[in-house]
């Protein structure tokens, strides 16, 4: 039997997981993405989180009244942008998922989905040259009010419930257990979940890929799509033709515009993160936070310590806000004591942009248009937290194997 090729639109870490399990299965693999090599985009910048606690989705009826009460505040963790194009259509589908039960019905599959992708990790990390990860810290969910703090409580009631082990946390034992002094009400520490420097594993993926044969293609942007009687036949960019056996389609955010050349019509939009890396404090926390008020996420790693939060959901422009990360700042400045006198202007700010369904749940799998087409996108903020797991359910996919897990949920073709 020849061997079999595959050409994975998109270097993100759904792209190159992807193309991890696919050559270790013995197939030939290009990836195609539209970034230089040195890159950092939205998979570089992230918080670098693994959280099997994160199981409810975007669309939840606690997550759309709280967005709708920050939607227009400037200042607030979350914003949004209602004239992007599909924004009207994509908030109405996405509202109909809040209102129903739809949040209680998927919540396991959510956990299910990173559980599987620490597993995952576990044995990826060391088979790239990172064998001290990830890192077995937990998540330390910090509040800020008693509101927050009832809310946390009820919380951690759900969370273990699904099984996810967790602590309640008084204000004196979340400033002990992080050895630095938080102004919180208490928090909980979900010691299910785990945590990574995403810009390394990236960089490590990729000289790991590039020593097993991966064909990297950078500054290669698809142009069209030559397809005729439901297959692919070739990907037009602007480097030429690149043809395969099978495509997988992993381009993050912009993976919805390249569906719409196929046809296939996939409602996502891009939820604009920021992030920053700060060095020189005095003091850092000794796992990983969360300011659930402010969805501020804290990771202390080996160059510094990674700040991301702040969401605008349709916002596709390239330039940080400054009014919302002032707000992170001063936030930040109140919750801390250690950091008050840190000079944050000096900071450079990272923007991505998170690929956000109105389910919240990814896209994978095979469309019926397309015999050789398999789609995986739309991760919101968890990308980085599934990427091996949808590496391995694209792997499977392919090959015709059992997945690891039922995919059902999570076809393109599934009523949105």
Not at 257 to 283: F, I, V
């Amino acid at each position: 039997m020849s061997e079999r090729s595959v050409l994975i639109i998109g270097g993100g870490i759904i792209g190159l997981c992807s193309a991890y399990y696919l050559v270790n299965k013995g197939w030939r693999v290009t990836v195609l993405e539209r970034s230089k090599t040195d890159f950092a985009g939205t998979s570089y910048g992230n918080a670098g989180l693994i959280v099997p606690s994160h199981f409810v989705p975007i669309a939840s009826r606690g997550m759309m009244t709280a967005g709708l009460k920050m939607a227009l505040n400037p200042t607030a963790a979350f914003g949004a942008r209602p004239m992007t194009p599909g924004f009207r259509n994509w908030a109405m589908r996405s509202s109909r998922f809040a209102l129903s039960d739809h949040a209680s019905r998927v919540a396991p599959y959510i956990r299910d989905l990173n559980l599987l992708s620490q597993r995952e990790y576990d044995e990826m990390l060391p088979a790239i040259g990172m064998p001290d990860h990830p890192k077995k810290r937990g998540l330390y969910m910090v509040a800020e009010s008693q509101h927050c703090m009832d809310e946390l409580a009820h919380f951690q009631v759900a969370a273990m419930d699904l099984g996810l082990e967790s602590h309640l946390l008084s204000r004196e034992e979340v400033s002990e257990q992080l050895s630095i002094q938080i102004n919180s009400f208490g928090g909980v520490h979900f010691l299910c979940d785990s945590d990574l420097p995403p810009h390394q594993v990236m960089e490590k993926l990729k000289a790991y890929l590039s020593s097993v044969g991966v064909d990297l293609q950078y500054e290669c942007e698809v142009q069209d799509f030559k397809a005729t009687n439901g297959k692919i036949r070739a990907v037009r960019t602007n480097k030429g033709d690149f043809s395969a056996d099978e495509y997988v389609l992993a381009a993050g955010s912009w993976t919805g515009k390249l569906a719409n050349q196929l046809r296939l019509n996939l409602p996502m939009l891009p939820g604009k993160g920021h992030s920053m890396t700060l060095t020189g404090l005095s003091q850092v926390s000794s796992a990983p936070v969360l300011l659930e008020e402010g969805k501020i996420a804290i990771n202390p790693m080996v160059d510094g310590v990674r700040i991301s939060g702040n969401f605008v959901l349709g916002d596709w422009g390239s330039k940080p806000i400054r009014q919302r990360i002032t707000a992170v700042q001063q936030r930040l400045q109140k919750v801390i004591p250690a950091w008050q006198s840190h000079n944050f202007s000096k900071e450079s700010i990272w923007v991505g942009f998170r690929p956000c369904t109105p389910d919240g749940l990814p896209y994978l799998g095979r469309v019926g248009a397309w015999e050789n087409l398999t789609l995986a996108a739309g991760h919101a903020m968890m990308g980085m937290s599934l990427g091996p797991a949808t590496g391995r359910l694209v792997s499977q996919i392919l090959t015709g194997e059992k997945t690891s897990l039922p995919i059902s949920a999570l076809s393109p073709e599934r009523k949105i």
